[in-house]
Nanobody, 123 residues
Framework: QVQLVESGGGSVQTGGSLRLSCAAS?????MAWFRQAPGTKREGIAS??????????NYADSVKGRFTISRHDANNTLFLQMNSLKPEDTAVYYCAARLGYGTPLLELTYTDWGQGTQVTVSS
């Protein structure tokens, strides 16, 4: 059974930084980070697929320029570096993986999910 385990969540003040990690039990080419705030739908915020340099990446407008997705394939780990955090970034953050190509941010395209890690940004 595939396992995705997130870590690195916590509480920070506005403008702070956090780095999330996701340890996967197997290699997936296509991986992503989603988040869900209370009362809202789960939102895809960053995805990655192997490619030149640091790989092909895709970001939601809400995090572009502040968040960076990366991966370390030697140990099947996905990262999300979050800078300039805002209160509206408060949510449970999920790691997701899928078989297939590309960098979609659509929830339905991902088949494997972690349990989530809470990120809270206070003003």
């Amino acid at each position: 059974q595939v396992q995705l385990v997130e870590s690195g969540g916590g509480s920070v003040q506005t403008g702070g930084s956090l780095r999330l990690s996701c340890a996967a039990s197997k290699y997936f080419a296509s991986m992503a980070w989603f988040r869900q705030a209370p009362g809202t739908k789960r939102e895809g915020i960053a995805s990655i697929y192997p490619g030149p340099g640091n790989g092909l990446t895709n970001y939601a407008d809400s995090v572009k320029g502040r968040f960076t997705i990366s991966r370390h394939d030697a140990n099947n780990t996905l990262f999300l570096q979050m800078n300039s955090l805002k209160p509206e970034d408060t949510a449970v953050y999920y790691c997701a993986a899928r078989l297939g190509y590309g960098t979609p941010l659509l929830e339905l395209t991902y088949t494997d999910w972690g349990q989530g890690t809470q990120v809270t940004v206070s003003s």
